[in-house]
């Protein structure tokens, strides 16, 4: 068993063991591969490289013109809506003040026509009393012609008549 043991601990070692050759080999390898790139390919990727820095920097930028661009827009339209609120305000204020001056419109007109209905009532009111009162006086001077007719039992002429009437509504007319 110990023989097995041996035998697997020398294939072990074989496994692990260093060779020179292949150090220097691999170094050789790398080396070519190095200088392949190094003088075919880095410079076609360094530009493509360069190429995506500067498509990204430019959508980058072109985002950040957006964003700016947006905000001025917000902006803009916070301008306009705020300038929209005070007009509407303004409206509201002036058809508030126009109908309030409608209002004062209206009742200084309604005033006026009562006023003038009352001028026009004190007017027929005086009218009627003047018809009154000389629709008294010829009663009253009808009155009197019969009463003076009576007392005097004389035949009064119609001149005497006239005068006497005047005279009684002139007195009565000043009482």
């Known amino acids: 068993m110990w023989i097995k043991l041996l035998a697997e601990e020398s294939n072990m070692l074989q ?3 260093i ?3 292949t150090i220097i080999f ?4 790398t080396l070519i591969i190095f200088l392949l790139y190094k003088f075919l390919l880095h410079n076609k990727v360094m530009a493509i490289l360069d190429e995506r820095k500067e498509k990204v920097s430019s959508e980058i930028k072109a985002a950040e013109a957006a964003q700016a661009e947006a905000e001025a827009v917000k902006k803009e339209y916070s301008e306009r809506l705020e ?3 005070e007009e509407a305000a303004q409206i509201v204020s002036a058809a ?8 004062a419109e209206i009742i200084a007109q309604a005033q006026q026509e009562a006023a003038e209905l009352k001028v026009k009532a004190a007017e027929s009111i005086e009218l009627e009393k003047k018809k ?3 629709e008294i006086k010829d009663q009253i001077a009808d009155i009197v012609i019969m009463a003076s007719e009576k007392v005097c039992e ?3 002429s119609a001149k005497d008549n006239e005068a ?3 005279k009684f509504i002139a007195e009565v007319g000043n009482e």
């Open 96 to 103: 508030v003040k126009r109908a309030g001056e409608r209002e």
């Open 132 to 134: 009154a009162i000389n």
């Open 83 to 85: 300038q929209s609120k």
């Open 19 to 21: 060779n020179f050759d």
């Open 164 to 166: 006497l009437i005047n």
């Open 15 to 17: 496994l692990v063991n």
């Open 26 to 29: 691999t170094l050789i390898n």
């Open 154 to 156: 004389k035949e009064i």
